[in-house]
């Protein structure tokens, strides 16, 4: 079992930037690809971004590519989703997840509560 915690939402500016932190506890932090989604009201749970377990491998969806940044430091157990130049349609709910399988994309197996990021014009 893994234990996510996210922090780090709030209210940002159109154009502005935020970074979202997600602290892993339980099992070795290393052992898990880890991803970042979101959900916006009226709207179904999205993939944002994920990340291989050493770093190296990440994944976005289109419509943050080249906007988003996923991180991690094994050392800490935290993974990071880096937020820049957002727009209104980046207001949602953002989730951190962590997959046992070595497969970026697809289902996660462990979720965090979720931590509300919100973009005003």
């Known amino acids: 079992q893994v234990q996510l915690v996210e922090s780090g939402g709030g209210l940002v500016q159109a154009g502005g930037s935020l970074r979202l932190s997600c602290a892993a506890s339980?099992?070795?932090?290393?052992?898990?690809?880890m991803g970042w989604f979101r959900q916006a009201p009226g709207k179904e749970r999205e993939f944002v971004a994920g990340?291989?377990?050493?770093?190296?491998?990440?994944y976005y969806a289109d419509s943050v590519k080249g906007r988003f940044t996923i991180s991690r430091d094994n050392a800490k157990n935290t993974v990071f989703l880096q937020l820049n130049r957002v727009n209104s349609e980046d207001t949602a709910v953002y989730y951190c997840?962590?997959?046992?399988?070595?497969?970026?994309?697809?289902?996660?197996?462990?979720w965090g509560q979720g931590t509300q990021v919100t973009v005003s014009s």
């Open positions: 997840a962590a997959n046992r399988q070595p497969v970026l994309t697809g289902t996660y197996d462990y």
């Open positions: 990340i291989g377990r050493s770093g190296i491998s990440t």
């Open positions: 339980g099992r070795t932090f290393s052992n898990y690809v």
